[in-house]
């Protein structure tokens, strides 16, 4: 997602970041925010379990975390940049 290079807000997002025992696909440590972009494997119900614990996780070490899909980000990209925005303009820092 080109669109994270530009700092949205200020903000430095890294790609593909380990945390735990997890690759977040991209990640703000300065506030704690991971944007998880989910392919169409996605939708099968033993993975949607899997995002659910993996998420669990993740909030539990204090990250939170957005969640979006390819399809999105290819077809609606503006709407999942304001998304973005958002949460980042309700973070204080």
Known sequence: MGKLRLKPLGFK???QHPINL???DFYCHKIKLSIE???GY???KEQQTKDKERTKI???LGIREIRT???DVKDNIEKVMSKIHKELS???V
């Open 22 to 24: 997890f690759i977040l």
């Open 37 to 39: 972009i989910d392919g």
């Open 69 to 71: 899909t390819n399809k």
């Open 58 to 60: 993740i909030n539990e």
């Open 13 to 15: 997002f890294r790609r």
């Open 90 to 92: 309700n973070c204080s």
């Open 42 to 44: 996605h939708l099968t």
